[in-house]
């Protein structure tokens, strides 16, 4: 959308000029814009036509571009005169100089822009939807993908005690991988530290906490892959055939935001993939012993033979040839009548 649909003063006149999308972060990309003239001042826009073309937001204060203001600041704008010729004003010297109105055409300028970045971005990721389709499937369904991930969790919600699988979710929002084991010193040990001076009292040093590793990959029991996958499934599928050009700019605003959460949604399954191999592995899972609280749940945990579970969790199924009890039956008296025939013939 052009400048010149901007209901601006007279004092800001516009032509039919382009309007530059992405705003301008670099100092040195504004300063060295050929055709930029700092001889320019208000009373000479004041006078004559000029467009507004862009924003800018700097890292570092910069002088205003008008010859009769210099005030420094961050951001503001870049505009162009009737003969081409470009000059650079700071915001607030803008509306202090130039006039309320210049601040309505600044917000109209930036609204436009926003409005122009939303349809492109939206489009291209409405063109590439078959590929993030594709893309998403392989997550899933490759080797140790969201699908093994999915699985391996369920598997390890049914072996894991609850009170383990509490702490182990807390320590995973907590972010604390430590593996500690608290060992009671003796009364030599604890005198020994009292005479070097490293506790103040028996209390202070009766216990010590002994590293004895990190868990990895804790991330992974948070994770919902499956609820992931869909929604990411269920978005593509509605933005896939998506008429961008009949959108408004608040219809924009609320499909960017559907893009931004199938972007999102898309990097947690790969980091749940990521995690999850680190995580569900015999080594990893067996550190889980450390923090049981009771004697039973410790056992639980060394009772289970990790080494078969998780793999059974997330290898395809072998083919199981379910019998009725008579059938069972009937196989065991053939397998017992070919015993009995080879012991006679020997």
Avoid at 106 to 115: F, G, P, S, V
């Amino acid at each position: 959308m052009p400048v010149k649909d901007f209901p601006v003063a007279k004092s800001v006149k516009s032509f039919d000029l382009p309007v530059e999308v992405d705003p301008i972060y670099d100092a040195n990309e504004l300063l060295q814009r050929s055709g930029l003239d700092r001889s320019i001042t208000a009373a000479d826009l004041l006078d004559g036509e000029f467009d507004l073309i862009n924003v800018y937001r700097l890292d570092m204060e910069i002088p205003c571009g008008l010859a009769d203001c210099r005030t420094p600041h961050k951001s503001g704008l870049l505009g162009k005169l009737a003969d081409g010729r470009l000059f650079h004003v700071g915001r607030v010297c803008g509306k202090t100089k130039l006039g309320h109105d210049f601040a309505i055409a600044q917000r109209k300028l930036e609204a436009t822009q926003n409005e122009i970045r939303l349809r492109r971005d939206i489009t291209a990721f409405v063109d590439d939807v078959p590929v993030k389709r594709r893309g998403v499937q392989d997550l899933v369904q490759q080797e140790r993908g969201a699908s093994w991930v999915r699985k391996a969790l369920q598997e390890w919600k049914r072996v894991t005690p609850d009170g383990v699988r509490e702490v182990m979710r807390q320590k995973a929002r907590s972010n604390d991988s430590k593996v500690e084991r608290v060992r009671q010193r003796s009364q030599d040990e604890i005198r020994d530290l009292l005479d070097a001076g490293l506790v103040k009292t028996r209390s202070d040093g009766e216990y010590e906490s002994e590293l004895i590793g990190n868990f990895q990959g804790l991330n992974v029991l948070l994770a919902d892959p499956h609820r992931d996958h869909k929604l990411i499934t269920n978005n593509l599928e509605s933005l896939e055939n998506l008429n961008v050009a009949s959108l408004g700019l608040g219809q924009l605003r609320a499909w960017k935001r559907w893009i931004v959460e199938t972007d999102e949604a898309t990097n947690r399954l790969r980091h749940a993939i990521e995690a999850g191999s680190r995580f569900f592995t015999p080594e990893n899972l067996a550190l889980q012993v450390e923090v049981a609280s009771t004697d039973d749940d410790a056992r639980t945990l060394r009772e289970t033979t990790w080494q078969l579970a998780v793999p059974q969790a997330i290898a395809p199924q072998k083919r199981v040839s379910i019998m009725s009890e008579k059938e069972r039956a009937r196989q065991h008296r053939k397998i017992g009548g070919r015993r009995r025939k080879k012991r006679r013939a020997a």
